[in-house]
């Protein structure tokens, strides 16, 4: 090391000549450093991450009210309650898959289902709906559940785009005319 002359430098002031473990350390060492700043992290700005995919959709609300998650439908007159839970099913099935359905009950869940992100499913991001006629089959509860899961413990809220998505598309099926 005494030749007097400098070693040359590689990108970031690495240095060319240096071996392979104590730049791997140095890597390492960096990248934990950097990892820890206040304020740099999604969570601190303000947004939602999940592990290696980012973001949740900006549609995910988190909470544990059921009123945000809810919408309801009032039901149109004359509809008879075999009609009103056949369409309820029939607009569910349209785009979700249908778990439970109690038609004495005036009840249909959906099942959970994943979100397709670049045509593969990603089950850290989940949905599922649950619907129920109430008063007398006089009003349609509509309530979105929604899990995220960027932790062990998943994050718990519902989606609001699909939510008012198929709020929109029950009221004209079983919802009153304007």
Same mark, same amino acid.
């Given at each position: ?69 809810? =919408? ?22 349209? =785009? ?7 038609? =004495? ?18 089950? =850290? ?54």
């Amino acid at each position: 090391m005494g030749s007097g002359r400098p070693l040359p430098i590689f990108a970031a002031g690495v240095y060319w000549g240096m071996r392979l473990p104590p730049l791997l350390l140095a890597c390492a060492l960096v990248a934990c450093a950097s990892a820890g700043k206040p304020g740099t992290t999604p969570e601190a700005q303000g947004t939602t991450t999940t592990p290696g995919s980012g973001l949740a959709p900006a549609s995910f609300v988190r909470t544990t009210a059921d009123g945000p998650a809810t =919408r309801t439908i009032e039901v149109r007159d004359g509809l008879s309650r075999q009609v009103a839970m056949r369409n309820l099913s029939e607009a569910l099935s349209q =785009r979700y898959v249908v778990d439970v359905v109690d038609p =004495r009950a005036g009840f249909a869940m959906t099942t959970w289902q994943a979100r397709i992100r670049d045509g593969i499913p990603d089950a =850290r991001y989940r949905t599922r709906f649950v619907t129920r006629f109430v008063d007398d089959w006089k009003a349609l509860q509509v309530r979105s559940e929604a899990r995220f899961a960027r932790t062990e413990e998943p994050d718990v809220g519902y989606d609001s785009a699909q939510l008012d998505s198929l709020a929109i598309e029950l009221r004209t099926k079983v919802g009153r005319k304007p």
